[in-house]
């Protein structure tokens, strides 16, 4: 995948989390995180918006396995 495929899709993932549900944006948390690392890898730019998108998303994930504890 060149950097520009890596962007377009850390923004499709963008756009599709925005209007997801929970339960989906807990799904869809570790391909970004995971499309994220490899811009980074590969020396791409990574916008602040979709670092602060990634932190969040990894504070929702682990708030609910918190929820799900006995």
Do not use: C, W
């Amino acid at each position: 995948m060149t950097d520009y495929d890596l962007s377009q899709t850390a923004r499709q993932l963008e756009a599709s989390i925005a209007g997801a549900s929970p339960a989906k944006r807990l799904e869809l948390q570790p391909q970004f995180s995971r499309v994220l690392e490899r811009l980074n890898r590969e020396g791409v730019h990574v916008p602040a918006r979709l670092r602060n998108l990634n932190a969040v998303l990894l504070d929702e994930a682990i708030e609910h396995r918190f929820d799900n504890l006995p």
